[in-house]
């Protein structure tokens, strides 16, 4: 196992391959949560990025109609999670997979929106 710790674009850069799957966490939309945090530049520029990548990558963030702007051309999935950091317990947050891919996505019932169209 090797580990890295860089910036995602040079993580891309070195990489990507055809049979690459990279999954990509990056910080919250509008949410300050971390040292190095983004702005809309900068998921302008991740998501510009990711039309050039050769693999495959699933990319997971909060649900935000920005965010479903922004990489509307890609393939979206609204899951609902319970975060196991979180201290509210049974408490659900709406988030967004978004793939360049066709995968099987099987939503457990609580993870499954009431209305969701078939993924
Ligand atoms: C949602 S958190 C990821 C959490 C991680 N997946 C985990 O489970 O612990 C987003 C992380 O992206 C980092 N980050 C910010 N800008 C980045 C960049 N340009 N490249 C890579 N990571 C970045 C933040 O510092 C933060 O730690």
Request: a positive charge.
């Amino acid at each position: 196992m090797q580990i890295e710790c860089l910036p995602y674009d040079q993580i891309l850069a070195r990489y990507d391959r055809a049979t690459t799957v990279f999954y990509l966490d990056p910080p919250y939309w509008e949410r300050r949560l971390y040292r190095h945090n983004f702005i809309e530049q900068d998921f302008i520029q991740m998501e510009l990025r990711l039309r050039a990548i050769k693999g495959k990558f699933l990319l997971s963030l909060d649900d935000h109609p920005e965010v479903r702007r922004l990489f509307h051309n890609w393939r979206i999935v609204p899951v609902d999670i319970a975060y196991t950091a979180q201290r509210q317990v049974g408490k659900r947050f709406k988030e967004l997979l978004i793939m360049n891919y066709q995968a099987k996505v099987t939503l457990t019932s609580k993870q499954r929106r009431p209305a969701q169209a078939s993924a």
